[in-house]
């Protein structure tokens, strides 16, 4: 975040682009988040595949059980694709990918909201300090 604060405040451009730092240095955070969230969840599927999990037809459950296809079940769950393809059918795993799925949308959600909470307290700046 520092970085892109002192990259925007070295451009002699207008004020407000010292106002996009920290706009722009959510995007990383938020992948990073985003990241950790995928590697996670997919190394709490990983040890029970493809045992606890159902696959539908055309899919040999042997030739899914690695770390990629754990990761690929991972980040349906936390996009809420809900494809189907390959579903939890342990009972503890079919509750673990909706909540997943809910952290998912709160990663997002917050995500979203904090830079429109940001929009949103810069709009009575401009007003000027008389208040026209």
């Not at 694709?81 to 509750?95: N, V």
């Amino acid at each position: 975040m520092t970085a892109a604060w002192r990259l925007t405040s070295h451009l002699n451009t207008h004020r407000r682009a010292s106002g996009l730092a920290g706009p722009l240095a959510m995007v990383p955070v938020v992948a990073l988040w985003a990241f950790a969230a995928t590697i996670g969840w997919a190394l709490v599927y990983w040890p029970h595949m493809p045992v606890s999990l159902t696959h539908s037809t055309g899919l040999d459950p042997a030739d899914h059980a690695s770390f990629v296809d754990a990761l690929y079940v991972s980040l349906v769950n936390l996009t809420a694709l809900g494809l189907g393809d390959i579903a939890p059918t342990a009972g503890w795993l079919r509750i673990v990918a909706p909540i997943e799925a809910l952290v998912g949308f709160t990663l997002l959600s917050a995500s979203r909201g904090s830079l429109l909470l940001g929009k949103l307290s810069g709009i009575g700046k401009d007003a000027g300090a008389d208040g026209s």
